[in-house]
Antibody, heavy 125, light 108 residues
Framework: EVQLVESGGGLVQPGRSLRLSCAAS????????MHWVRQAPGKGLEWVSG????????GYADSVKGRFTISRDNAKNSLYLQMNSLRAEDMALYYC??????????????????WGQGTMVTVSS | SSELTQDPAVSVALGQTVRITCQGD??????ASWYQQKPGQAPVLVIY???NRPSGIPDRFSGSSSGNTASLTITGAQAEDEADYYC???????????FGGGTKLTVL
C-alpha cells in the first residue's frame, strides 16, 4: 500500500524550532519529487516547499524562505522539514505529498497524487 | 493572496452539472491540477494534466482549460461530491507551486 506518514508536530513557542518527518512506503521513493503543504485551521491549502528526487532542485514559498529547510534521505525513504524561527502564522496541519510524475518524465503540471494525514504544528507561548 | 483565484463558494442541485473555475496568468503555460478535500480528511487528487483522472475517480469529474482559466466540471453531481475543491499550478515566475484559495461546493 502506498503510504505517507508524517510525524514531529506539536506545541512549540514562537521563535523555537521543530523538525517534521515523513516516512514513505509502497513506492520507489527516490523516483519522485516530494512536497510539504500546510493548512491553517479553517483555511485553504498552502504549498510550503518541494524537493526533486535527487535533492538537486528545491523550492520554498516566500512565507517560509530562509526559515524552513526541506531535505530527504532516499536510503531511509524519508522526507524532512526543519522549521526554525517559528511564528504564530506557521501554525497549521502539515501534509507531506508525493509528486505524480517520476524522474525523467516531463511534468506538465504539479499534481500531488499521494498525501499523508498530516501532523499538527501549534505555535503558542 | 493567491496567484490562482477561485470562487469561494458554489452550489449545485443534486444530479445537475457544476463548473468550478481557477484563474491565473500561469495557467496560460501550465496545467492546473484539482483536489477534493472533505472535512477532516487529506486532499485527494481528482484531475491532472490536460484532463486525466487518477484511478478510482468517477468519470463525472472532468477538467478543461482556456486562456488563463482552468475548470473542473462535475456532470451529475452527487451528494458525496460536497467538499472543498482546490486547484494548483505554478506561480507567475514558474518557480514555485501555488494553490487557489479553494471553492466550497454545496450539493442541494
Amino acid at each position: 500500500e502506498v503510504q505517507l506518514v508524517e510525524s514531529g508536530g506539536g506545541l512549540v513557542q514562537p521563535g523555537r524550532s521543530l523538525r517534521l518527518s515523513c516516512a514513505a512506503s509502497g513506492f520507489t521513493f527516490d523516483d519522485y519529487a516530494m512536497h510539504w503543504v500546510r493548512q491553517a485551521p479553517g483555511k485553504g491549502l498552502e504549498w510550503v516547499s518541494g524537493i526533486s528526487w535527487n535533492s538537486g532542485s528545491i523550492g520554498y514559498a516566500d512565507s517560509v524562505k530562509g526559515r524552513f529547510t526541506i531535505s530527504r534521505d532516499n536510503a531511509k525513504n524519508s522526507l524532512y522539514l526543519q522549521m526554525n524561527s517559528l511564528r504564530a502564522e506557521d501554525m497549521a496541519l502539515y501534509y507531506c505529498a508525493k509528486g505524480l510524475y517520476p524522474r525523467g518524465q516531463l511534468a506538465p503540471d504539479d499534481a500531488f497524487d499521494i498525501w499523508g494525514q498530516g501532523t499538527m504544528v501549534t505555535v503558542s507561548s | 493572496s493567491s496567484e490562482l483565484t477561485q470562487d469561494p463558494a458554489v452550489s449545485v442541485a443534486l444530479g445537475q452539472t457544476v463548473r468550478i473555475t481557477c484563474q491565473g496568468d500561469s495557467l496560460r503555460s501550465y496545467y492546473a491540477s484539482w483536489y477534493q478535500q472533505k472535512p477532516g480528511q487529506a486532499p485527494v487528487l481528482v484531475i491532472y494534466g490536460k484532463n486525466n483522472r487518477p484511478s478510482g475517480i468517477p468519470d463525472r469529474f472532468s477538467g478543461s482549460s482556456s486562456g488563463n482559466t482552468a475548470s473542473l466540471t462535475i456532470t451529475g453531481a452527487q451528494a458525496e461530491d460536497e467538499a472543498d475543491y482546490y486547484c494548483n499550478s505554478r506561480d507567475s515566475s514558474g518557480n514555485r507551486v501555488v494553490f487557489g484559495g479553494g471553492t466550497k461546493l454545496t450539493v442541494l
